[in-house]
């Protein structure tokens, strides 16, 4: 039986202001409780990052309406924002290739112009990254990015933005979060006006961020050595087609072999198995192509380009993929011995990536700053470090990287052209990436990490979430396996300086560091594993990550995963 309180939703749904077909879509869910349910037993909220839902009818669903009412909130706080801090009414706009993304960007649009903001909109999809420096490159007071990121393809999502071009942080988050749930009715959300307003932005922008990229370009790396090096490439039917190709020839890489198949904006993803390059089966067909076309590295972005997954060559005729924790000390390897003359150089890594950025920073006499997890938090370091010191580079362990502060979100068109300039050094001075990476492993220790994510959809799941979470934190481990847990760190009570966030850290007395965190942007429970040991020279890699890995299975039977 359907709840009185569920019907009445629903039944609010059948009427004036939503369109005919809302209508009928919700009339054909009355005899389906269970899908009913789904889609209106909550409102689908707007947390810290804005949006993410399943795409259709409903208050719990991605649809124009949710994406309107959360629209008309973030007018509403900005328009007082801008009242305060002096801000211009502008903001920017951008959406990347999933199902309703270009129509909820049009509506997003219009409603901010309703709401008196002068708006720019790109006329196509683009990456996120391009959006975060729209923002402060039109001296913007806040911006959209419509994307579910690398989410499967019945998902959809709404990030915010502020002035800095990084998305929200406290206390703005927690104040556009109240605005938004004062928007109780669509009733409430202003659609008229605004003629003028809506201005249709493209290669002004692009090419402002073409010139700041190229800054970033390092003259020790010689033409030739770029024209040597073999890259395949695919967007996996994203947005980093339009940019990430573009970006790599003006870095001089003159060979860059798409994927051809991937290479169309497309939101079912038809020739990507997966749409997020964490994923083995994202890869495969890039691998396939370089392993024909002896490619030197495989690169592939996901759908809002703001994410960069590697492969590289095993050196044993095959192609090893590299996790994110590996990608990231490569490239923040790199940048470190490549700015060693900037002087108050800083990092910044979240609680959840390897320790080995922290070791490497120390050890090369630069600061590592360690934020919760979320690239924001990230942002927000640059923020506050912006005309204090020199950033290095940043970057978390679910592939998302930054090298440079002119955009404050992961961006994977400029770690592309980083990660490319990287192994053309490293092929020009005869070692393969492998090598390196095992150089790294040489000087900080092998790091080895493993990542558990169990998906508990719908509000049972989150329940179960819950629960977990309310167990490890009531009946902390003094024990996982054989390892004795020496430090717990409870993340919502605050941990040097944090905010509050609902992340529990166990690490143990052998080194190991176990991370249990909920996701927030997905009906996920995370659970992240790192242990270390110092390298073993004349021992090959593979049998001295076995011996680790051993230890991380260890650690996951003892938690039952």
Aim: hydrophobic fraction near 40%; charged fraction near 25%.
């Amino acid at each position: 039986m359907i709840a009185p309180e569920i019907k009445k939703k629903a039944e609010a749904w059948m009427q004036a202001p939503y369109d005919e077909a809302t209508r009928k879509a919700v009339a054909d869910l009355m005899a389906k409780e269970d899908e009913l349910t789904e889609a209106f037993y909550k409102d689908l909220e707007f947390g810290t990052g804005g949006l993410r839902g399943i795409l259709g009818v409903g208050t719990n669903r991605m649809n124009s309406y949710t994406v309107g009412m959360a629209t008309q909130g973030f007018a509403n706080y900005l328009s007082a924002a801008c009242g305060k801090e002096g801000w211009e009414k502008r903001v920017a706009v951008a959406y990347d290739v999933r199902h309703g993304s270009a129509q909820f960007a049009l509506e997003t649009a219009k409603i901010f112009a309703a709401n008196g903001f002068e708006v720019y909109i790109f006329t196509g999809m683009r990456p996120t990254p391009l959006l975060s420096f729209a923002v402060r490159y039109k001296h913007c007071c806040g911006g959209v990015m419509v994307t579910a990121s690398h989410n499967p393809k019945e998902y959809n999502g709404y990030k915010a933005y502020g002035a800095d071009g990084g998305q929200l942080v406290s206390p703005h988050d927690k104040a556009v979060i109240e605005e938004v749930r004062k928007i109780t009715s669509y009733d409430l959300v202003k659609r008229e006006g605004g003629a003028g307003l809506i201005h249709y932005v493209d290669a002004e922008i692009e090419e402002a961020y073409m010139q700041a990229l190229e800054a970033l370009r390092s003259p020790e790396v010689s033409a030739q050595a770029r024209r040597n090096v073999k890259i395949v490439y695919t967007p996996l039917h994203g947005t980093g087609m339009t940019m990430v190709p573009k970006a790599l020839r003006a870095w001089g890489f003159e060979q860059v072999c798409a994927v051809p198949e991937q290479m169309w904006p497309d939101g079912d993803f038809p020739y990507a198995a997966s749409p997020n390059p964490e994923e083995k089966p994202a890869m495969s067909a890039g691998m396939a192509l370089a392993a024909t076309l002896k490619a030197d590295i495989v690169m592939a972005t996901d759908p809002d380009a703001d994410r960069i997954g590697i492969g590289v060559p095993d050196g044993q005729g095959g192609y090893r993929l590299l996790n994110g924790n590996q990608t990231a000390a490569l490239v923040t390897d790199y940048l470190l011995r490549r700015s060693a003359a900037k002087p108050n150089r800083y990092v910044v890594k979240t609680i959840v990536t390897t320790e080995m950025l922290k070791d490497m920073a120390e050890a090369q006499g630069a600061r590592c700053y360690d934020v919760l997890t979320g690239f924001k938090y990230i942002a927000e370091v640059l923020a506050g470090q912006e005309g204090k010191a020199f950033f290095v580079g940043g970057g978390e362990e679910s592939y998302g990287y930054l090298a440079a502060d002119f955009v404050r979100d992961k961006d994977a068109v400029m770690t592309a052209c980083v990660i490319a300039e990287m192994v053309a050094a490293a092929v020009a001075d005869g070692k393969s990436v492998m090598q390196l990476l095992e150089d790294t492993y040489r000087r900080y220790g092998l790091y080895v990490q493993a990542l558990v994510s169990l998906t508990k959809k719908g509000r049972s799941g989150s329940e179960e979430i819950q629960r977990m979470m309310a167990g490890f934190r009531e009946n902390p481990p003094a024990c996982i396996g054989a390892e004795t847990v020496c430090e717990v760190r409870d993340y919502a009570k605050g941990f040097q300086g944090l905010p509050p966030a609902d992340v529990l850290q166990f690490f143990t007395e052998q080194g190991g560091k176990v991370t249990v965190r909920p996701s927030g942007t997905e009906p996920k429970i995370k659970f992240y594993f790192e242990v270390k040991a110092p390298w073993r020279e004349g021992c090959p890699l593979a049998e001295q990550e076995a011996a680790l890995n051993a230890r991380i299975d260890a650690l996951k039977a003892a938690l039952q995963l």
